[in-house]
């Protein structure tokens, strides 16, 4: 690998170093700089990266001045506020962590501006990344598994989240930040939806000062093609414990998702297609595996798996499922 690729990473968070730990991992990658919102921060980061580069405290100083080629931008919601535009009009390729902040305009803002600018983008749902979605798609693409019918989800889990994550006027609720990876794989399996309704509720947390967000969630979506998706969220569980499985039928195979919601323990996932069984091992690392994807499409010049259009249409899923719930579970159109 002749020429490295240059990555630069606005924020300074978790999702930073998960996404800087695994580009590290990779042949011919560079940490071209971080930018935090303090700039300790982002210093601690490239140095529990063990990378020499510079610390940024402003963003427009970090695109000019790391000569970087694509940027990760690891922001919570509330804090977009056009970067990803800004990265676009520089040339920059762009991987945005989800979801694309708290308004459709915003979303669409991002998409335009990549658009225009014929830079790549790649959206951070790395359950799309895991071995039996995959396959699940590809027998969805070949035609071998059918019409795609039901999706059916959960999101549980429960977490005391940071100040940001707690408030709905800067995370979006749990419906927009944990349980969109959920109706993302309900857009890639089923396609356009139609309409949804929600209901959701804050009822384990009303009484904790600042706590805005519900913590749980039912959405039902019907698509264009007449399949339908139940999905659930809540943050009521078991402590400690992330639980994201889901269940897909189709006409000919179908596809069971399970979640041990614990780190330490392997996800396990059946598909049923053609009379037999296919058990799959999810011991692989979706993270890396979107990474991977993103830096293969800009040295080959192909697609991501994931691009930003795609993390836009899940921004308006889920707020049309959190539009229905303030509306007492009116459908909302597409």
């Known amino acids: 690998m002749s020429t ?12 930073a170093r998960v996404h800087g730990t695994r580009l590290l991992k ?5 940490i071209a700089g971080v930018c935090g919102t303090a700039l300790e921060s982002a210093k601690a980061l490239l140095q529990d990266l063990k990378v020499e580069a510079r610390a940024y405290s402003s ?3 970090m695109l000019r001045g790391s000569r970087c080629d694509a940027v990760y931008v690891c922001i919570p919601p509330f804090a977009h506020d056009g970067q990803v535009e800004s990265a676009a009009r520089e040339g920059k390729h762009v991987f945005v962590e989800k979801p694309l ?9 991002m998409c335009a501006a990549v658009k225009e600018a014929g830079v790549l983008s790649q959206v951070g749902y790395h359950i ?16 071998d598994a059918g019409r795609a019918t ?3 989800g959960r999101f549980w889990c429960n977490m005391d989240g940071s100040t940001w994550w707690r408030d709905a006027a800067r995370s979006g609720g749990q419906v927009s930040e944990q349980v969109t990876h959920l109706y993302d794989l309900a857009l890639c399996f089923l396609g356009t939806p139609e309409r949804a309704s929600g209901f959701a509720a804050n009822l384990c947390h009303s009484g904790q000062p600042g706590y805005t967000s519900e913590d749980t969630s039912v959405g039902a979506v019907r698509f264009r093609d007449g399949g339908l998706a139940a999905i659930t969220g ?6 400690d414990r ?3 499985d889901f269940r897909l039928v189709c006409e000919h195979a179908t596809l069971d998702y399970h979640s041990t919601g614990d780190w330490r323990e392997q996800d396990v996932a059946r598909i049923d297609f053609a009379n037999r069984i296919e058990e799959i091992i999810e011991d692989g690392d979706a993270h890396e595996e979107a990474d991977r994807d993103f830096v293969r499409a800009i040295r080959s010049g192909g697609k991501t798996a994931c691009p930003i259009a795609d993390g836009a249409r899940a921004v308006k899923l889920t707020l049309m499922v959190l539009q229905s719930a303030q509306a007492g579970g009116e459908p909302v159109a597409w």
């Open 128 to 143: 799309r990344f895991r071995k039996a979605v995959m396959r699940m798609r590809a027998l969805l693409a070949s035609g």
């Open 59 to 61: 963003f427009e100083d």
């Open 4 to 15: 490295p690729l240059r990555v630069a990473i606005l924020g300074a968070g978790f999702m």
């Open 242 to 244: 992330f639980i994201g």
């Open 234 to 239: 809540s943050n009521c569980a078991i402590k």
């Open 26 to 30: 990779m042949e011919g990658i560079e």
């Open 101 to 109: 902040g708290l308004t459709n305009e915003r979303a669409e803002s």
């Open 150 to 152: 039901l999706f059916d």
